[in-house]
């Protein structure tokens, strides 16, 4: 079941965005050692395009000629990322921008994205430089393949698009509590982790989603990842069931109305009636994953595959011990938390989700940058980004 890459051509300069900030301070260093050699090997023109501060590169983008670009490729961990997709999401022709090819090169402490496409490859495992060389040489090579996006709504209302994660609970506190020890690189989890299974505690919340559609089903859709987004939307049209209805559309979205959130109900009302609704309860994370790794060593989902339109839902009930849940994390190095028949973990691969908190205050997290708290619904959009590039042909 690999991955079918696709392969773009470079006619003009790549932006190549570096946030100097991310991971330990050292993505500067990681551009002008190994980033810079390969990219002149490579022959590849590009522009250095270092972020000043948080949401400079949303903001470029935003309003970037983008003409001028073959590609963005980042250099840093997943958040600038998720600042790039949502800027082009903002812009008026964001039907066109998401055909820029992207890539990413691990720079940060959170390199899930890059970790998840180092696997794809099905190459063996590698971290830290050795994950960065095999970037470089992806880069190099130039297969891109279709990516999952997914639309989040957030209680305000607010739309936000995710490449890669949420998170509430255990996941989501250890992502923010560990910010204060990034200047030990992707560790930072690993001592996050061991803080917040000393002081364990549940979140309680109601949790629902519509499962994954059947493999005939699947089956049936036709090959083109483009075409196939367009079936999805064109044949969920009839069965609307709120669509952008006016409380559900904030006053500047009509930009994205082409992209409604057709298997969502406004969080005020039930969900439809095909969904899954779990009974309230005490949880100890809820995590939905788009991706294989959810860092460079956790692989939450070890059979995600970048366009597959599914987020990959996890969530672990009140009552796992701590033993049970540290077992959980150290089975997840290998991917095997799965089969551990840990009768607190729940597995299952859905086209959309609701979440509603009701433990306050809390933590929510969208790819590991955290947003309000609340009711919080999601949906997939199956292989929205046409071009995801890993790399760049020369
Ligand atoms: P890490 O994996 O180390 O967290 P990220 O790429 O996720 O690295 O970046 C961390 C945060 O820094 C993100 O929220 C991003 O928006 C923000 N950011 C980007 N550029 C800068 C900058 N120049 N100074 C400070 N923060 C920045
Ligand atoms: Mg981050």
């Known amino acids: 079941d690999s991955v079918k890459f696709g392969r773009v051509c470079v006619s003009r300069s790549v932006m190549v965005l570096v946030n100097p900030q991310s991971g330990r301070g050292q993505a500067m260093s990681l551009y002008t050692g190994p980033v810079l050699s390969m990219l002149s090997e490579a ?22 000629d983008l003409s001028q670009w073959s590609a963005i490729v980042i250099l840093s961990g997943d958040g600038l990322l998720f600042e790039v997709i949502n800027g082009l999401m903002e812009r008026e022709d964001w039907d066109e921008a998401i055909r820029t090819p992207l890539g990413i090169l691990p720079g940060g402490s959170g390199n899930a994205l890059a970790a998840s496409v180092h696997h794809y490859t099905q190459a063996g ?43 509430w609970g255990f996941v989501a506190d250890v992502d923010i509590e560990s910010e204060k020890f990034r200047h030990v690189g992707a560790m930072r989890f690993l001592v996050g982790t061991l803080l917040r299974l000393a002081s364990l505690r549940t979140y309680q919340g109601r949790l629902a989603f519509l499962p994954a559609r059947d493999d005939s ?20 049209e009839c069965a609307t069931r709120n669509a952008i209805g006016d409380e559900f559309l904030l006053e500047n979205e009509s930009k994205n109305d082409r992209l409604p959130d057709n298997l969502l109900n406004p969080v005020g009302d039930s969900v439809p009636s095909d969904w899954t609704v779990e009974k309230e309860q005490d949880f100890v994370l809820v995590l939905a994953t788009c991706h294989s790794h959810l860092a460079e060593e956790l692989m939450a ?67 590991g940058e955290q947003v309000e708290y609340g009711p919080i619904q999601a949906q997939v959009a199956q292989g929205m980004w046409q071009d995801y590039m890993w790399m760049i042909p020369i």
């Open 217 to 236: 089903d699947l089956a049936s859709i036709s090959s083109s990842p483009r075409s196939r987004f367009r079936q999805r939307q064109s044949s969920n």
């Open 125 to 167: 495992p590698a971290l830290g430089e050795d994950l960065l060389l095999s970037c470089c040489f992806l880069l190099y090579k130039g297969p891109v393949c279709p990516l999952d996006i997914v639309s989040v709504r957030l209680s305000s209302g607010r739309r936000l698009f995710s490449f890669l994660s949420l998170a």
């Open 43 to 64: 022959n590849i023109s590009h522009t250095l395009i270092t972020t000043e501060h948080q949401n400079h590169a949303h903001e470029l983008v935003r309003n970037a």
């Open 301 to 367: 989902a070890p059979d995600a595959r970048p366009d597959d339109g599914y987020l990959h839902l996890l969530y672990v009930t009140a009552g796992i011990s701590r033993p049970a849940l540290l077992r959980l994390f150290l089975a997840m190095e290998k991917g095997t938390h799965l089969t551990c028949e840990c009768p607190h973990l729940m597995y299952q691969r859905v086209q959309a989700l609701r979440l509603e908190p009701i433990t306050k205050p809390g933590v929510i997290t969208v790819d």
